[in-house]
């Protein structure tokens, strides 16, 4: 089953993203990795290397980022993790979040993730 990480400046939130997803999809393995080790705000690239080793399996990892150094720092996270398979979602983390681990868990291709992702960012809320 494809893996979710949600790449946060706020722990808080990350772990907010994680439950919401998984009220949706109660098996899809997905992690949080959102702020500093200290507690603080900001990114962490242990915490993301972690939460990707957490949940990796063959299928491979979509990490999903909130903003700015989020992206800058999980980008750092694929490139250290060279050969596994890792992709980045360009979408609304909350939206998306609840997208990926449902797809996830309906058993859905990495690819086909990230296709339905790209989708997340444009759609109405009103």
Do not use: W
Request: hydrophobic content about 50%; some cysteine.
């Amino acid at each position: 089953m494809v893996g979710l990480v949600i790449v946060s400046h706020s722990a808080k939130l990350a772990e907010g993203v994680v439950d919401l997803a998984r009220m949706m999809a109660k098996t899809a393995p997905i992690a949080a990795a959102g702020g500093l080790e200290d507690g603080g705000f900001g990114t962490s690239f242990e915490k993301i290397s972690r939460a990707v080793d957490q949940v990796y399996s063959d299928e491979g990892v979509i990490l999903l980022m909130d903003m700015g150094s989020a992206v800058m720092t999980a980008e750092m996270v694929m490139e250290s993790m060279e050969g596994r398979r890792l992709a980045l979602a360009d979408c609304p983390v909350a939206e998306g979040a609840v997208t990926a681990a449902v797809g996830a868990e309906a058993g859905m291709a990495l690819e086909d993730i990230l296709d339905d992702l790209s989708q997340v960012g444009s759609q109405k809320k009103l």
